[in-house]
C-alpha cells in the first residue's frame, strides 16, 4: 500500500508519513479488532478530559465580545440557545480516533493499558492508516471527510489561540496530556449517528499493521493465550511479547 501524507486538521502540523504510531488496547478491544478488521472511533463527548474541543480563556472572551457586539441586546437570549444547539449537534457529529506517536513502545502506555489481564499495541505508520482510512471518506452511510493531525499541547489559561471553526479545538489538549504524545484521526457525518462509536474497516490490515506487541505486563501464561487466539484468525501480522522490562543479555548471570 501506497503511503499517502494525509490530510492536516486546519493550520496543524502532522507528522510525517513515515511516523511511527501506536493504539493500546485492552484484550476486549483486540478481540473486537480481530473479528472487525477495523478501526474505532469515539463521540469527543465519551472522553475524560472536559476539555475536550472547548475554547481557551481568550477564546471565550473574543467570543463573549463578538457575540454581544453582533447581536442585537433584544435577539441575544433567542441567540444563545439556538448557538448552543447548533454546537452541541455539530459536536455529537465528531467522531476520533486517538494514536500515540512513539519511535518505541511507551512504558507509560503500557502502565495506562497494559494490565495483567491482557492488553496489546496495535503498531503502523501515520501514512499507512491515513492511506487505508481516506479509501471509505465520503462513501454512502461513511464519513463525509477525513481529517488527522498531531495534537498540540497549550496552557489554556495563558494561550491566545482563538479558533473560528469546530475543528481545531479537538487537535489541543492541556500540557498535563503531553505524555500521550496523540496523534488523531477525525471523521465527521452528515446528521448525528446515533452511536457513541463507530468503526471504518481496514481492507488490507497485513499492509496497514507492521507488528502487534503484546503488554510486557502480562505473565506468560496470558501471552501465550493472547498468541493462541489470535493464530486462529489467519492474520499475518508479525506478533510478539513485549520485552520491554526483560533482563538483557550482557547482565544474566
Not at 68 to 92: H, Q, T
Not at 117 to 136: D, I, P
Request: with cysteine; net charge neutral; proline share 9%.
Amino acid at each position: 500500500m501506497t503511503e499517502e501524507k494525509g490530510t492536516p486538521a486546519p493550520n496543524l502540523p502532522h507528522p510525517p508519513p513515515e511516523t511511527k504510531i501506536w493504539r493500546y488496547l485492552d484484550l476486549p478491544r483486540f478481540l473486537s479488532f480481530l473479528n472487525s478488521k477495523s478501526v474505532t472511533f469515539a463521540k469527543p463527548t465519551t472522553f475524560e478530559d472536559p476539555y475536550e474541543g472547548a475554547a481557551t480563556k481568550h477564546g471565550q472572551l473574543v467570543r463573549k465580545i463578538m457575540f454581544d457586539v453582533m447581536i442585537p441586546e433584544d435577539e441575544k437570549e433567542g441567540a444563545r440557545g439556538k448557538l448552543a444547539s447548533e454546537v452541541k449537534r455539530m459536536v455529537e457529529a465528531r467522531y476520533i480516533s486517538c494514536w500515540h506517536m512513539n519511535e518505541h513502545e511507551s512504558d507509560a502506555m503500557w502502565r495506562l493499558y497494559g494490565s495483567e489481564k491482557g492488553a496489546v499495541a496495535l503498531q503502523t505508520t501515520f501514512g499507512k492508516l491515513y492511506s487505508a482510512l481516506s479509501l471509505f471518506g465520503g462513501k454512502p452511510q461513511n464519513p463525509q471527510s477525513l481529517l488527522a493531525g498531531a495534537v498540540q499541547y497549550i496552557d489554556y489559561e495563558t494561550s491566545t489561540h482563538v479558533w473560528n471553526e469546530m475543528i481545531s479545538p479537538f487537535f489541543y489538549k492541556r500540557k498535563s496530556f503531553e505524555h500521550e504524545k496523540e496523534v488523531r484521526f477525525f471523521i465527521s457525518f452528515i446528521g448525528t449517528p446515533p452511536d457513541p462509536v463507530v468503526s471504518l474497516p481496514i481492507s488490507d490490515a497485513e499492509a496497514v499493521f507492521e507488528k502487534i506487541y503484546i503488554s510486557p505486563l502480562v505473565r506468560k501464561w496470558v501471552a501465550v493465550a493472547i498468541t493462541e487466539t489470535y493464530s486462529k484468525y489467519g492474520y499475518k501480522i508479525p506478533l510478539e511479547h513485549s520485552a520491554l522490562y526483560q533482563t538483557p543479555p550482557f547482565m544474566a548471570p
